[in-house]
């Protein structure tokens, strides 16, 4: 018998789980997802634009996993500073794999950055996508213009979600009070800034490509900011999604200000998404105590991939700034943590500690290799995690744990909500879209998700 926590139900955490029922020698072996949230999939559920259907129907996948017999989800119990201790959860579990992601925006460290009206994108994406936690809901109100800092997949996504009209959005699973914040929002322009060229952009070219088929907006690119480029002049150099990402900024800036029109000539709504770069910011400027703009200043290739300033500012105006400059993982009481890497220290998914293996400690996903990647990077890390605990597990189901993990906890006073009482709130969102009128529509608070629940 060998029973294992697997910390986090997002991708990460599932293929962990999945790995290692699948890898297993030992019959008895047996899986709990634990997760802070009574609702399972992670960055599946609380990341992945709404409009993006096809990458949101992993979840089918993810939930074949999670109905297996030798694994069980179990949500609503938080591992961390106001719930369970590292050191408990070993009492409960032979093994513990933490798949907790990176759950912190980076900062800018530029003044102004904390102006109301500034916020960072993964605020902005909880918003849209029903995250009990997420407190903010005055995102557009008032604003005309948006400035999104970072050229990375974030910065894409919710520049679209911000160009999309209320139509495109209808069909997709956006609570309805953000539904109906972003049916009324005036922003008519959104700029999607990079501080370096559009051969080192993060973004990749399918979702890039997308922000040319928005039906509300056109796309305009100042064909200035790409004659800094140095990989423009022998693009067929870089790396393949590199070279077709210059490709796609090339036609647009070529097209002018027809880019992203539709071929029947529909008007965009007046929407603009403009894509810049070589501008980084320097500060997010206020007027009346709040955002009015930013001033980037213009940056020129530094010979080593870099950029340096020159010294020459521009301001865009914003009333609304979303900080999209990726991901850092958050130190987790009681586990090791390397704050310049933002990543629990690991060989082979073994955590470290003081550079030795910790006996039934494991990392998997963003927490052992950073917030990079798309979510299929997630199996093969999963893999070797898996791979290392199951290797441990003659001396790791010699450990002695508690003989119920589940009653437990109860006992220690958490109200786990288990598979059922997920299947539960699935049915409360259909429910509460087929009264709106609408598909599935998610349940955007705690209550009402525990709620939800409990009618199972
Ligand atoms: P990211 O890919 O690391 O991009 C971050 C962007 O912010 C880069 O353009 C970076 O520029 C810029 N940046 C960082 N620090 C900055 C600063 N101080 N000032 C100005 N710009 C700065 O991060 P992400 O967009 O958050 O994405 C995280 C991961 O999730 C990625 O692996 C991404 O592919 C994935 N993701 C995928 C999808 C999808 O597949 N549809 C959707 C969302 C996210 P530099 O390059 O110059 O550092």
Same mark, same amino acid.
């Given at each position: 018998m060998l029973r294992v926590a697997v910390v986090g139900s997002g991708p990460s955490g599932v293929y962990t789980a999945q790995s290692l029922v699948e890898q297993s020698?030992?019959?008895g072996i047996q899986v709990h997802v634990l #997760?802070?949230?009574?609702?399972?999939?992670g960055l599946v559920r609380y990341? =992945?634009?709404?409009?993006h259907e096809k990458i949101k129907s992993l979840q089918s996948n993810l939930r074949t996993v999670l109905e297996h017999e030798r694994i069980g989800f179990v949500g609503n119990v938080e591992v961390g500073p106001h719930g369970l201790t590292p050191e408990r959860l070993l009492e409960l579990y032979h093994a513990v794999v933490y798949?907790?992601?990176?759950?912190r925006d980076r900062r800018?460290?530029?003044?102004?950055?904390?102006?109301?009206?500034?916020?960072?994108a993964t605020d902005f994406v909880s918003w849209y996508s029903a995250h !009990?936690?997420?407190?903010?809901?005055?995102?557009?109100?008032?604003?005309r213009s948006a400035v999104v800092i970072g050229v990375g997949n974030v910065a894409v996504d919710v520049a679209r979600i911000l160009a999309r009209g209320p139509r495109e959005l209808?069909? %997709? #699973? =956006? /609570?309805q009070a953000a539904l109906g914040a972003l049916a009324a929002s005036r922003v008519r322009e959104v700029h999607m800034v990079g501080r370096r060229g559009p051969s080192q952009a993060k973004f990749t070219t399918k979702e890039l490509r997308e922000l040319g088929s928005l039906p509300c907006a056109r796309v305009l690119v100042d064909p200035a900011d790409l004659?800094? #480029?140095?990989?423009?002049?022998?693009? &067929? &150099?870089? !790396?393949a999604v590199n070279r077709r990402n210059v490709e796609v900024v090339r036609g647009w800036a070529a097209a002018?200000?027809?880019?992203?029109?539709e071929p029947d000539g529909r008007?965009?709504?007046g929407r603009t998404i403009r894509v810049r770069f070589f501008l980084r910011p320097v500060e997010v400027l206020a007027e009346h105590g709040r955002v009015a703009g930013v001033r980037f200043e213009r940056t020129v290739p530094d010979g080593t991939g870099g950029v340096r300033g020159t010294g020459t500012y521009e301001d865009i105006e914003a009333q609304l700034v979303l900080r999209a400059v990726g991901y850092r993982g958050v130190p987790m009481a009681g586990l090791p943590f390397d704050p310049a890497q933002g990543t629990v220290p690991h060989a082979a998914g073994r955590v470290l500690r003081d550079g030795a293996p910790s006996a039934g400690e494991y990392v998997a996903g963003w927490i052992k290799r950073? /917030? %990079?990647? =798309?979510?299929? %990077?997630?199996r093969p890390c999963a893999k070797e995690t898996a791979g290392s605990l199951l290797a441990d597990a003659p001396a790791l189901a010699r450990r002695v744990v508690a003989a119920d993990p589940l009653a437990t906890l109860r006992a220690w006073g958490h109200e786990p909500v288990e598979w059922k009482g997920w299947l539960a709130i699935e049915q409360a969102e259909a429910a509460l879209g087929h009264s709106l009128g609408r598909g599935s529509v998610k349940i955007a608070d705690w209550q009402g998700l525990l709620a939800a629940a409990q009618r199972r």
């Open positions: 020698a030992v019959p #997760d802070r949230l009574p609702c399972p999939y990341g =992945v634009a709404p409009d798949c907790v992601g990176a759950a800018l460290c530029v003044p102004g950055e904390d102006l109301p009206g500034s916020f960072s !009990p936690d997420a407190a903010e809901d005055g995102f557009v109100l008032g604003a209808y069909p %997709t #699973d =956006v /609570p004659a800094l #480029d140095p990989a423009f002049a022998a693009p &067929e &150099e870089l !790396p002018g200000a027809g880019a992203g029109r008007e965009p709504d950073g /917030p %990079t990647g =798309v979510i299929g %990077t997630n």
